[in-house]
């Protein structure tokens, strides 16, 4: 399919109605499309569609949503970072949270709020690039939170030397069915553990960093697949991922 102010950023599949459902940084919305190729709106939002990009979005089929991040590029304008939770069959909102204002107090950067991902309980995880912390969101919305701010998420020194990538931190996170999350770090090329208290976090020992990876998803045989601009990685790991190999 083609569509040519779509620029697609986050991708998720729909088991329950047969779809992917994509993100656009174009139109700021999120929309369907079949296994056949058949491209449809599926959310336009007042508050964001047409003014600010839709990035990481993810399925959570046990309580019939969609949720999604977004994030204001412009500089020029006040900061807009917000999760919000669409129901699939309708597509009516559950809840919009705003995330600018929480954590990283005294920070000159604006944060930007990335990728996204829900826990056994839906809880929501979503990754602030521009600070290395994570915002943890509560299933019905009502409450926001930094989840942690582990100094194990800033220590990695930045390698990358593309001027796109060197301001992007965590960015790619996933929910693992053993009770932990899995998060990318782009200027680093580094893959962290966090448990869900979010008093522990270590650093993935990785046979290659991912320098530049985006956004992830875990198979349902174990493996993890990040992808950058350029190339995508298939990740297994045989200790709990305490490390793993590419």
Known sequence: FQRRDLFPEGIDWDENHGRFLLGSMGR???????????LDLFVEDEDFSGKHPVLGVRVDPSRNRVVAV????????????AVASYDLDSSARNFLVRLD????????????????????????YVTNSAHNFIWKVTPDGKNAS????????????????????????????????????LVGQSNTGMLFKTNLR?????????????????????RQDGALIVVSSSKAWLLRSSDHWRSASV
């Open 101 to 124: 204002s929480i954590g990283a107090p005294g920070s000159t950067k604006k944060p930007v709020a990335n990728d996204v991902t829900v826990d056994r309980e839906g809880n929501l």
């Open 146 to 181: 930094v989840f942690t701010e582990s100094t194990v998420l800033t220590s990695p020194p930045v390698v990358t030397k593309d001027e796109h990538v060197r301001p992007c931190g965590l960015n790619g996170i996933v929910y693992h069915w053993d009770n932990y999350l």
């Open 28 to 38: 700021g919305s999120i929309w369907s499309l079949s296994d056949t190729g058949k």
């Open 70 to 81: 977004i994030h204001n590029f412009d500089d020029s304008t006040p900061a807009f970072d």
């Open 198 to 218: 979010g008093d522990q976090a270590h650093l993935v020992k990785i046979s290659t960093p991912l320098v530049g990876g985006d956004g992830m998803a875990l």
